[in-house]
């Protein structure tokens, strides 16, 4: 976490995917001890927790700050 630069609420979405992903661990830790419906149920919890983490995932940038985003729209063309 040091070797980045977040933003405060970077942060706080940073620990919610890894909490997601936390209990998608541990909900298929315990789905393996299971059978039959049980087991299914567990399953698709730990593939909806999954889906969450990477929903919260997909909203981190991971930008450099030493190398700022390219400006958008097309290059001038100009050499």
């Known amino acids: 976490m040091q070797e980045n630069d977040f933003t405060p ?23 393996e001890g299971l059978a039959g419906r049980e087991k299914d149920a567990k399953l698709k919890a730990a593939g909806d927790a999954a889906t969450t ?3 919260f995932w997909r909203t981190l940038k991971f930008a450099d700050p030493a190398k700022p985003a390219r400006r958008p729209g097309r290059p001038s063309g100009k050499p």
């Open 9 to 31: 609420h970077e942060v706080v979405v940073f620990s919610r995917a890894l909490t997601w992903f936390d209990v998608e661990d541990k909900l298929r830790r315990e789905a």
């Open 53 to 55: 983490g990477l929903r």
